[in-house]
């Protein structure tokens, strides 16, 4: 019975001596490997730093800006740790985490296919700016002005003043309308006038007189009149003028005013 509680402590205390062994040995390597991993995790706030900076200035959005920095360093954090695990020669360890990052990689990808395509839109808006901060844009049937452009989605507040948060990816897969870079409109109203010959030519004149009262409209587009039909004893008559396209509001006050000076003007004229 003695013997084998010997044998049992020999076998305990052989074991102890060779991991003892082994510590001692690779002394030398744990204290690279905390130095490497010391530098590397200064290098990443440094760099860190420099792109939250550098992306600062490019595209203006700090969480964009946030975003790129933190993927950065902890892009720069895990080659710090890769080459520390390699300095203690623990090659199988990086494998085995390399693996198991592609897998979880994949699998958070499949589960969060919309978080990450509205990210990627995000993206792409904040680079390619087909608007920005304080711009009046129409998309998916919503007519406001951007408040705020984030990574996931963009917030509109609307002509009503309610507050619409629209995700990136379906702003960017569809149309936009960008009012703020649009200077001119032009705008077309039809409408019937009487055809009698002894006012058929004065209808141009008269409605060119009425139009020039109206504010808003563009000085390098002359507005068109021209007949596009005959209506029994009416002529269908177009005008197509351009309009300072300030907002959507402005827009629309104008057109209702081009429309009001023409129907006084005809109205007086025994046109209508």
């Known amino acids: 019975m003695n013997t084998d509680y010997t044998q049992w402590g020999d076998l305990i205390w052989d074991k102890l001596h060779r991991w003892t062994t082994a510590t001692i040995k690779m002394m030398p390597n ?15 706030r440094l760099i860190r730093m420099l792109t939250y900076k550098f992306v600062l200035k490019i595209s203006h959005t700090p969480a964009l800006s946030g975003l790129f920095a933190n993927l950065i360093s902890v892009i ?6 890769f080459v520390a695990l390699d300095v203690l ?6 494998s ?13 990808g499949f589960a969060f296919q919309d978080l990450t395509s509205n990210f990627i839109s995000g993206i792409f808006i904040t680079f390619k700016r087909p608007f920005e901060i304080g711009h ?3 998309t998916n049937g919503f007519s406001g002005n951007v408040e705020e452009i984030q990574l996931r989605a963009t917030r509109l507040r609307t002509l009503d003043g ?7 990816k379906d702003i960017f897969q569809k149309p936009i309308i960008n009012h703020s870079l649009t200077p001119e409109r032009r705008a077309e109203i039809t409408f019937n ?12 004149q008269l409605i060119r007189e009425a139009l020039k009262e ?8 002359e507005p068109d009149v021209y007949f596009t039909n005959i209506d029994g004893a009416n002529l269908k008559v177009t005008v197509s003028c351009w309009i300072i396209n300030q907002d959507i509001r402005t827009f629309e006050s104008t057109k209702n005013e081009i429309i009001m000076k023409i129907t006084a003007v005809l109205k007086d004229s025994k046109l209508i």
């Open 193 to 204: 006038a009487a055809a009698a010959n002894e006012n058929t030519l004065g209808i141009k």
């Open 89 to 94: 020669k623990l090659e199988k360890a990086v």
């Open 76 to 81: 720069v954090t895990l080659i710090g740790l």
């Open 214 to 221: 109206v504010d808003n409209l563009s000085t390098t587009h």
């Open 96 to 108: 085995s985490l390399l693996a198991g990052a592609g897998i979880i990689g994949l699998a958070l």
């Open 162 to 168: 309610l507050h619409v948060i629209i995700p990136n």
């Open 136 to 138: 009046q844009i129409e």
């Open 30 to 44: 744990m204290a690279v490997a905390v130095l490497v991993i010391v530098a590397f995790y200064l290098l990443a």
